[in-house]
């Protein structure tokens, strides 16, 4: 018996005891992946139904399994808005799907362009093959944030048409949030001198692209780096004046940690999954502005 049928049998039997002990009428269930698509849906829908997140607080999206109580919650929703790329969706929205057929499908990164996930210059060697899939972090950036508000925006209202009227009404509340933080980057970083930093998990890339910094990452494609990799990231760094390594708690910091020894780089936690997402991004734009 695989995990996953494992984990099925004990959410289904949860699912039953929780039927038989209460009958009560519940709000509309939706379910989302990370917390940041959770914070869009929440402002989007208010009072009117219940978000659930697939991938708590501390957890890496990359590797997650869902518990049996989620399963449960997950047998109740209406529709589920997916990032579109993360290793979590990879390994586990096929088997969700074909457990609840009926259960729909957003992905909120539809008509995003995405980027290739592949290694910079400073971190790549003969066997990387040149293509490793679409990176997929694409609420890093307040511009690409838009664009998913909106998709959230229609699944929801696909969902739940009735109370449109009101959706629409949070979404550009919403949106007006986005558009300020747009404008704190914006400030933040059109006189910025030195645009090029390094991160241990690539989570920056579109934040990057869409305000044209450079993101040097020290794991890729869930691997840790070779030694060859970390002196390259050393000599950029050393290259670039780079002084500043981003790290998330839910990743592994020891590489990251004898990176900053060799290169004179401060170590910066950050969050870019954090359920507050325009602070989290904010706290990184304050960062990158101040050194």
């Known amino acids: 018996m695989n995990k996953f049928i494992s984990i099925l049998i004990v ?26 698509l959770k914070y869009f849906a929440d402002q989007i829908v208010g009072n009117k139904m219940d978000v659930m997140c697939m991938v708590p607080a501390g957890s890496n999206p990359e590797s997650y399994d869902p518990s049996p109580n989620q399963l449960v919650t997950l047998s ?7 990032v ?13 799907q074909q457990n609840q057929p009926a259960l729909k499908i957003y992905k909120t990164s539809k008509g995003i ?4 996930h592949k290694h910079n210059d400073s971190h790549r060697n003969d066997d990387d093959g040149g293509h490793f899939g679409l990176d997929p972090h694409t609420w890093s950036s307040p511009k690409t944030a838009r664009v998913i508000a909106q998709n959230i925006l229609t699944a929801i209202i696909e969902t739940d048409p009735k109370n449109e009227k009101l959706y629409r009404k949070n979404f550009v509340l919403l949106i007006s949030e986005i558009d ?35 993101q040097y990452s020290v794991e890729f494609n869930g691997k840790e780096p070779t030694p060859q990799h970390l002196k390259m990231l050393v000599d950029a760094a050393k290259k670039h004046d780079i002084r500043v390594i981003f790290i998330q708690k839910e990743f592994d910091s020891k590489n ?14 950050i969050d870019p999954l954090s359920y507050q997402w325009s602070k989290g991004l904010t706290d990184i734009a304050i960062a990158l502005a101040s050194e």
């Open 113 to 116: 362009p995405l980027i290739e």
């Open 11 to 36: 959410g289904l039997l949860s699912f039953s005891l929780n039927s038989c002990i209460s009958k009560k009428k519940d709000k509309p269930v939706i379910t989302v992946t990370i917390l940041p």
């Open 76 to 82: 109740k929703s209406k529709s589920y808005l997916a």
């Open 180 to 214: 300020q933080t747009d404008s704190v980057f914006s400030k933040k970083f059109r006189t910025l001198k030195n645009r090029s930093f390094l991160i241990y998990h690539p989570a920056l890339t579109y934040l990057a692209r869409d305000y044209g910094l450079n």
């Open 84 to 96: 579109g790329e993360l290793g979590f969706e990879l390994a586990w929205l096929s088997k969700l």
């Open 256 to 269: 990251a940690q004898i990176l900053a020894q060799e290169s004179g780089c401060k170590i910066v936690v």
